[in-house]
């Protein structure tokens, strides 16, 4: 099926090990987007690109790193996890015209850091 | 900066109750504004949108009016259902820069 595809699903990292989480969209979007999500807290931006190539800082980029080396992959990059990092990440894409279409998500990925 | 804010939850109801969530929005000009829904262990999902003022966004029964005058979109539905159950989060996206979302309501329906 179509969509936006993040992988892992769930993942526990101690406290200063790295990771990467996975991001795979198929609808030739250029937007993209990396979300936290914390209890009661709505979503926050970390990072967003508008193509391959370009990448930004969204609201809480501290502790992450992305790339966008091809329209259809974003990773997200964590190095030395920390337990403020625990939180469930949202990968999702758009159409440049967001305001029409909205965006598309991805189901999560689960982190715990312990 | 623009943002939304609705009403706090957790909301519950029985099965077949009204459903009302409020939402307020402060932008500089004329968003678009959405409602997601996630259900338990899923990501978000587009339920309905506006794009414009006195537009009615509907989808599965939920409907939400852009009411510019009020800068509300609140989300109803006239008989809600076990299903139904997940978090709804109010969304706005203006001049095509990054959506702002609320903090998400939290519905539970008991049967």
């Known amino acids: 099926n179509a969509g936006v595809t993040q992988t892992p699903k769930f993942r526990i990292l101690k406290i200063g090990q790295s990771m990467t989480l996975q991001c795979a969209q198929d609808m030739n979007h250029n937007y993209m987007y990396w979300y936290r999500q914390d209890p009661g807290m709505g979503l926050k931006l970390i990072y967003y690109?508008?193509?391959?190539?370009?990448?930004d800082k969204g609201e809480v980029p501290n502790g992450y790193n992305v790339s966008r080396s091809t329209t259809e992959d974003f990773p997200l990059r964590l190095e030395l996890a920390a337990p403020s990092q625990t939180s469930v990440y949202f990968c999702a894409s758009s159409y440049e015209t967001r305001n029409l279409y909205g965006y598309t998500f991805g189901s999560g990925t689960r982190l715990t850091v312990v | 900066g623009d943002s939304v804010t609705q009403m706090e939850g957790p909301v519950t109801l029985s099965e077949e109750a009204f459903l009302t969530i409020n939402c307020t929005y402060t932008a500089t000009g004329y968003p678009s504004l959405f409602w997601y829904v996630q259900y338990p262990g899923e990501g978000l999902q587009l339920l309905l949108k506006?794009?414009?003022?006195?537009d009615k966004g509907s989808n599965k029964g939920f409907e939400a009016t852009y009411r510019k005058e009020t800068t509300s979109f609140h989300l109803e539905k006239g008989s809600v259902q076990v299903s139904d159950s997940a978090v709804y989060f109010c969304a706005l996206s203006e001049d095509n820069n990054d959506m702002r979302f609320g903090a998400g309501t939290r519905l539970t329906v008991k049967p």
């Open positions: 690109s508008v193509g391959a190539g370009i990448t």
């Open positions: 506006a794009t414009k003022a006195d």
